[in-house]
């Protein structure tokens, strides 16, 4: 059994800053990957940041600058610290452990709202 499981969400206003976490089972381990996605109401999700097992970092154009992702392999746990927000970040974010590429587990997602 495999759980990945988001929190730090919630309600900011524009310019301020919020940090989401991802918990995973012991299994994230095997995981090459691990990245944050998102999906606005009526939009496709997308995908926000990413890290690899060896480090590799990649971010949407749209939050370059304003998010980092970022690992606590101890603690088995990914973050993605988000800075500046604006209303448009507005959209449930989900975590994405990426074993291979057949296999692959989400979070369930966290609300993000970013309005004044």
């Known amino acids: 059994q495999v759980r990945v499981v988001e929190s730090g969400g919630g309600l900011v206003q524009p310019g301020e800053s919020l940090r989401l976490s991802c918990a995973a089972s012991r299994n994230m381990f095997s995981a090459k990957t691990m990245a944050w996605y998102r999906q606005a109401p009526g939009k496709e999700r997308e995908l926000v940041a990413a890290?690899?097992?060896?480090?590799?970092?990649n971010y949407a154009d749209s939050v370059r600058g304003r998010f980092t992702i970022s690992r606590d392999k101890p603690q088995k746990t990914v973050y993605l610290q988000m800075n500046s927000l604006k209303p448009e970040d507005t959209a449930v974010y989900y975590c994405?452990?990426?074993?291979?590429?057949?296999?692959?587990?989400w979070g369930q997602g966290t609300q993000v709202t970013v309005s004044s």
């Open positions: 890290i690899t097992g060896g480090g590799i970092l």
């Open positions: 994405k452990m990426i074993v291979n590429h057949e296999v692959a587990y």
